[in-house]
């Protein structure tokens, strides 16, 4: 199966280790970038580690989690090899990546419920890659940012 890894700040501890022991139970490597406990910590950490570990192949996907997925998702998307849609139902999920191929998805905690959440990683996990017209915007997506003209 895909090794998976996966990160939280203290707001979404419980969510992530739900998470992780779900991604197992459905067969998954799981790769636990932390945290360790719910102490206070700051999620531009963990998003980064998260990013390095898709960057350098440590993990093929990659699921953060903090209070409102938001701040996370940010830090994720400042490595160019990271592509992290925030998603709150199963269909943002299977579009982030069938028209994206968005290789992490980020999720608030205090947003959604678990339930929910495992819905949105099990429409991600599952989801493809159109390629096709989808394909040269994700390219763009790669690019220095204001490389190209808008068409």
Not at 34 to 53: K, Q, W
Not at 135 to 143: E, F, H, P, S, T
Request: charged share 25%; hydrophobic share 45%.
């Amino acid at each position: 199966m895909t090794r998976i890894a996966i990160a939280s700040d203290h707001a979404a501890f419980d969510l992530k280790q739900r998470l992780a022991e779900t991604l197992r139970g459905w067969g998954h490597d799981v790769l636990d970038l932390g945290p360790a406990d719910d102490s206070r910590v700051d999620y531009p950490d963990f998003g980064y580690r998260l990013a390095e570990a898709i960057a350098d192949g440590r993990a093929e996907r990659g699921v953060v989690v903090c209070g409102s997925g938001i701040g996370i998702s940010i830090a994720v998307n400042r490595h160019p090899a990271c592509r992290c849609a925030l998603v709150s139902d199963p269909y943002a999920a299977a579009l982030a990546r069938e028209h994206n191929d968005a290789n992490v998805i980020a999720m608030g905690a205090r947003l959604i419920g678990p339930d929910m959440a495992e819905a949105c990683l099990q429409s991600f996990l599952a989801g493809e890659f159109a390629g096709g017209r989808h394909q040269g915007r994700v390219d763009k997506l790669g690019a220095p940012a204001f490389a190209k003209e808008p068409a």
